[in-house]
Every structure is written in structure tokens, then in C-alpha cells.
């Protein structure tokens, strides 16, 4: 994965250009190194932002399981050095998920629902807590 979105822009600059046309682009856990390096007008996706994706601790304590560097390079590291941009992170292994604006990003698998939660919102949707006649378990803002 990490030779195809960060090495070869191609993926992060088409991820990049999608997000503007859209209400809600999401990625989680490695998958926000896509973020790294896509840009829009020449300038990072992620300029005024604040985002998450794993943290340096969660890849220590997956180095020490392993007893290897599973990674070539830390998301958090790398995010840090981008200006302009505000990485923050939750603790370890902890479900985390921050929007802003369309950009919605959770920090590893455990944060898929809080994600999830984020999009729904996101599209103009909440959760219900109850059955609708329509059994769906998405209904307008309005509505709920």
C-alpha cells in the first residue's frame, strides 16, 4: 500500500480531487498516508486541517509484537512535518475519529464506527434508536 499512495502520488492526488465534489471522503487507519502527499490548487488536502490516522504508538507496540519495523515510514511522523495541518491522535489502540469539514479520518480499526457514525452524519443522516416504519436505520436530521 504504501508505495502506490505515497511514492506514486496518482492515488492521493485522485482521492484529492474527489474530495472537493463530495459531502463526506473518509479513510482510516493507514489508509490516511494518502494524505500525505495529495494535494489540491498545489497545496496539501490536509492544509488547515485536523485529521488522525495510526499513531507512533500503535506502530511501536506492532514492531515489538513482530520484532521488526513492519513500515516504512510513520504516518504521524510524516503528517507532524506537513505545515499548516493539525494531526492530533487518541490513545493507544482507543476508537478515535475526527471530521473536518468533508474530510472524516479515524486513527486505526477500532474507530471504523465511530467513522461510520461521522459519514452518516456527515450525509445529512443520524441513527435512529428506533425501527421506522421503513426499517431503515438511517433517517433525515429532521426526522429524528
Known amino acids: 500500500m504504501y508505495p502506490t499512495a505515497v511514492k506514486g502520488t ?4 485522485r482521492n484529492a480531487c ?27 488536502l490536509v492544509t488547515g486541517k485536523t485529521w488522525t ?4 504508538s500503535e506502530e511501536d ?3 515489538d509484537f513482530v520484532g521488526q519495523s513492519m513500515q516504512p515510514f510513520r504516518i504521524e ?5 506537513i505545515p499548516d495541518t493539525n494531526f492530533i491522535v487518541s490513545g493507544r489502540f482507543k476508537a478515535h475519529a475526527v471530521r473536518d469539514g468533508n474530510l472524516i479520518t479515524g486513527q486505526q480499526q477500532y474507530s471504523a464506527l465511530a467513522v461510520a457514525r461521522l459519514v452518516i452524519a456527515a450525509l445529512g443522516y443520524s441513527v435512529c ?4 416504519k421503513s426499517e431503515r436505520f438511517l433517517c433525515n436530521i429532521s426526522q429524528s
Open 10 to 13: 496518482t492515488l492521493g492526488n
Open 18 to 44: 474527489s474530495c472537493r465534489r463530495v459531502k463526506a471522503k473518509s479513510v482510516l487507519c493507514h489508509g490516511t498516508c494518502l494524505l500525505l502527499k495529495a494535494k489540491v490548487d498545489g497545496k496539501p
Open 53 to 56: 490516522g495510526f499513531a507512533n
Open 61 to 63: 507496540y506492532a514492531d
Open 77 to 81: 511522523e510524516e503528517a507532524k512535518k
Open 129 to 132: 434508536r428506533r425501527w421506522q
